[in-house]
């Protein structure tokens, strides 16, 4: 079994800043990439970065000079770091991975439960 577990979000006022955390855990031989995805009440999922293996970047327009996408490659974990925080970046975030399985198993499009950032005063 494979998990993807969120955690750093929150309430934070417009201009601040959170951390997001996701941990890629259980029986993954390697990870091709993970991102972070958002979805706001009534709208669609939508990409806010994503991070190969090989540290290449791509972001949304919205998250461009804003926030920024890290891993700890040795600990299967992601990071975005949210600054300058909008009411229009609340949502619930979701971190995403493609794997691959210690069976050989390829798994893309894996995703955590998410977790609530809320931008308000």
């Known amino acids: 079994q494979v998990q993807l577990v969120e955690s750093g979000g929150g309430l934070v006022q417009p201009g601040g800043s959170l951390r997001l955390s996701c941990v890629a855990s259980?029986?993954?031989?390697?990870?091709?990439?993970m991102g972070w995805y958002r979805q706001a009440p009534g709208k669609q999922r939508e990409l806010v970065a994503d991070?190969?293996?090989?540290?290449?970047?791509n972001y949304a327009d919205s998250a461009k000079g804003r926030f920024t996408i890290s891993t700890d490659n040795a600990k299967n974990t992601v990071y975005l770091q949210l600054d300058s925080l909008r009411p229009e970046d609340t949502a619930v975030y979701y971190c995403?991975?493609?794997?691959?399985?210690?069976?050989?198993?390829?798994?893309?499009?894996?995703w955590g439960q998410g977790t609530q950032v809320t931008v308000s005063s």
């Open positions: 995403n991975a493609d794997l691959i399985l210690i069976s050989g198993d390829y798994y893309p499009d894996y």
């Open positions: 259980g029986s993954i031989s390697s990870i091709y990439s």
């Open positions: 991070i190969t293996s090989g540290g290449f970047t």
